[in-house]
């Protein structure tokens, strides 16, 4: 499986704290993207970073790329009991014409 | 903007019906259509990709006569579970992106639960 590997698998926070999520992929890739699912429902886009950069912001969000090592990091700042979900990177995978191949997931809970 | 329409969201069926799924982008044209399939607290994975005009390209291991995609028009795709059993029972998500070969995100639909009896 091509499939990419995120952990932790599960994370537990307080409300305020940071939390951060890392991906290891397989492939050389066009771009990775970070969505998140809240329970039963469909995902969300967070973030793309292109595989020429190394670290993008978005509000809260903080992602990293380092493609030597084949893996990112998703940094949420100051937590809010909002932000509880899943969280899942993506690669779009160079020769794959925009299909994205999902990672494992973080399943991310902030208590008050 | 970038808005994707799933529909329906819940279905519950006997063994043996067929169940079409629709995917609509909203305010967009969608050139690429993708339809997905989620176990219980598991990833997505890719069933197959669907273009405007053009037959579906399958994933390995799918089978296409059992999962019917039908890409008519650049603002709707249909998943159709053939006979469907109890083991087709699975979320299945679409997705839609509105430019082939560039960097841009796929935008979702809410998903439907399939639960088959």
């Known amino acids: 499986s091509q499939q990419g590997e995120e952990d932790p698998q599960a994370l537990s926070i307080q409300e305020g704290e940071n939390a951060t999520m890392n991906c290891s992929y397989k492939?050389?890739?066009?771009?990775l993207q970070w969505y998140r699912q809240n329970s039963g429902r469909g995902l969300v886009h967070l973030i793309l970073i292109r595989s020429n950069e190394r670290e993008k912001h978005s509000g809260r969000l903080r992602v990293t790329l380092d493609t030597s090592k084949k893996s990112s990091s998703l940094l949420i700042t100051a937590s809010r009991a909002a932000d509880t979900a899943s969280y899942f990177c993506a690669t779009d995978d160079t020769g794959t014409a925009s299909k994205l191949t999902f990672g494992t997931g973080t399943r991310l809970q902030v208590t008050l | 903007g970038a808005v994707v329409s799933q529909h329906p969201s819940w279905v519950i069926c006997k063994s043996g019906t067929s169940v079409k799924i629709e995917c609509r982008s909203l305010?967009?044209?969608?050139?690429?259509m993708f339809w997905y399939r989620q176990f219980p607290k598991q990833s997505l994975m890719l069933m197959a990709t669907s273009n405007e005009g053009s037959k579906a390209t399958y994933e390995q291991g799918v089978e296409k006569d059992k999962f019917l995609i039908n890409h008519a028009s650049l603002t709707l795709s249909t998943l159709t579970v053939t006979s469907a059993h109890p083991e087709d029972s699975s979320f299945y998500i679409c997705s839609a992106s509105t430019l082939r070969g560039s960097n841009q995100p796929q935008h979702f639909g809410d998903g439907t639960r399939l639960s088959i009896l």
């Open positions: 305010d967009f044209q969608a050139t690429t």
């Open positions: 492939t050389s890739i066009n771009n």
